[in-house]
T-cell receptor
Framework: ETGVTQTPRHLVMGMTNKKSLKCEQH?????MYWYKQSAKKPLELMFV???????ENNSVPSRFSPECPNSSHLFLHLHTLQPEDSALYLC?????????????FGPGTRLTVL | GQNIDQPTEMTATEGAIVQINCTYQ??????LFWYQQHAGEAPTFLSY??LDGLEEKGRFSSFLSRSKGYSYLLLKELQMKDSASYLC??????????WGAGTKLIIKP
């Protein structure tokens, strides 16, 4: 059983749509992450939040906008996406950022952009 | 640049042993993780190595050689449920987690 949940599990959207992905962690962790996982490619770190503050943005296009209202919740707002943005989007959390902490992952949102 | 290399796919037989290798070139080293990911599911933590040697945990063992930039995951007494992707990830000197593309392991009866 995972302590990190994500909704929705599947999302199909057009390029002009606006949607949001939600992540919630029930582990009492302080750091949360968004990753993009494409087939046969390494996980790509998108954003990192530590104690609700964004600490990393790995050159992610502005059509992806993260939001972290508190240490337990993380959102990824999507708008005017491109077909190449279709991927599995994974949320993860860890106790803190900056230590070799184990990251715990949610099940992901499978995003398809038409 | 930083790089993690793993075989793309491996096939093994139920009940057998399989070794999944991972080689890395990173700026510094603060540990290496192995994760298991079943299709359509979350990656789940398997092991963490920071010192050289073998760490055993039930049917799974993980080995690290820092001087060689090399690790392997050893799976014994393979079961059908072990069919999954296995992800290798290294923590560099900036505590960034560098991920491999994963090895898809197919178990045949």
């Amino acid at each position: 059983e995972t302590g990190v949940t994500q909704t929705p599990r599947h999302l199909v959207m057009g390029m002009t749509n606006k949607k949001s992905l939600k992540c919630e962690q029930h582990l009492g962790h302080n750091a949360m992450y968004w990753y993009k996982q494409s087939a046969k490619k390494p996980l790509e770190l998108m954003f990192v939040y530590n104690f609700k503050e964004q600490t990393e943005n790995n050159s992610v296009p502005s059509r992806f906008s993260p939001e972290c209202p508190n240490s337990s919740h993380l959102f990824l707002h999507l708008h005017t996406l491109q077909p190449e943005d279709s991927a599995l989007y994974l949320c993860a959390s860890s106790q803190d950022r900056g230590d070799p902490d184990t990251q715990y992952f949610g099940p992901g949102t499978r995003l398809t952009v038409l | 640049g930083q790089n993690i290399d793993q075989p793309t796919e491996m096939t093994a037989t139920e009940g057998a042993i399989v070794q999944i290798n991972c080689t890395y070139q990173t700026s510094g080293f603060n540990g290496l993780f192995w994760y298991q990911q079943h299709a359509g599911e979350a990656p789940t933590f398997l092991s963490y190595n920071v010192l050289d040697g073998l760490e055993e945990k039930g049917r799974f063992s993980s080995f690290l050689s820092r001087s060689k930039g090399y690790s392997y995951l050893l799976l014994k007494e393979l079961q059908m449920k072990d069919s999954a992707s296995y992800l290798c990830a290294v923590i560099d000197s900036n505590y960034q987690l560098i991920w491999g593309a994963g090895t898809k392991l197919i178990i045949k009866p």
